[in-house]
């Protein structure tokens, strides 16, 4: 399929600086409770308001009454999916997770075509409407292996009803999007007709620090900042209109700068007629760990909420009153006024079942390795050493 023309996703990091300077200066020459009422009350909110609001003194309690206020205004059910690794194998090197290709301590293990279809028939017994399907991210030239896995995979949700798969296997290149939709039903307009989003989270939009925790080796499929940040793109011009882009608190210490970033990125997505999830921090505790006391972990996601990008709902209404298929069809449940926070998992599917399985299906009983073989060294990003105490969190989900 050819480029649609839609230009592709560029980030000045001249422009964020300007934008949370003026949202300094608005912060601190505005009281807290004028730009909450403000964020509150406004058709749109614009990028320097959201700065100050995640640059003022206001507490996280007000904040979060906002963000409710605005959600309240276009409400959704809380949707919530499972995750299907295809495999845990992975070319990247990320020093954040323990995926990444050197972490010997890490057992390897790829599920078979078999094994994938059980586990999918699994999850919908069990009443689950949405999927993700993970891998790692691969070096172009052992690429087509995993693709042709996700696709298969992708092709059982297609026929065994699920109503939203989420595809989160690293950044692709224009050609390897026509492989990965292989099969896909297509509407005229060449989008796709499931509900598939394409999940990449470019963790930091710091080029210095994505470098140091993704890497800089040519070789090192993760290591292409530009890249990564135009595979939505590349995703819409394949077919796909729905997007999940994220940041990892953690890398960039400059929460503000990737608050913004973030929300530049989604509205270029929503711009384009994509529905936006956004992949925020952890909200609840996790089971046995620790959590800031503080709400600085949640704040992101609070003043994220305000933000509905320029137009927000009207914009959406917009594109339904000049009859924009491609946009009314990524607004069907009016999620392109703002960033979609999801639609019910359960809600055409009545009660979620007893559930009279194990939560976690028994292990495989032998261990199949990595199915490509032993890779070629990868360069190595060492110039800064590896240091144990940067992060509290090593982590798995993402490719
Ligand atoms: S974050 Fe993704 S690409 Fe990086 S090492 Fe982990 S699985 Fe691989």
Redesign the pocket.
Known sequence: MERDGTAEFRLDPATVEDVLRSGRERAASTEGSALLDRARDATSVSLEDVAALWLADVDGASLYAVALERRRRRPAPLETFSPLYLTNT?D???R??G???DNAALQRETASEDEVDEQLRTLQRRGMNAVALLT??YRRERRSWAIARVNRALRSTESLGFGHVLINV?SLDDDEMEILLDGIPRHEDGSVVPKLTRCTFQETYSRPHYARF?GRADEN??AHYDRRLANFDRAHAAGIRVANPGILVGLNPDLGFELIALVLHSRHLLAAGMEVYLSVPRLRQIAGGKQRSDGRGVRPARVAAVDRGPGGKDRADDARAAGDPARARADRDGALGGLGFGRSLYGDRGPLPARDEPVRGDRSASVRGDPRGAPPALGRDRELPRSRGELTET??L??
Do not use: W
């Open positions: 992975c990247a090197e990320c954040m997770c995926m990444r290709r790692g991210e690293g993704m499929p993760r982590r798995t993402r490719a």
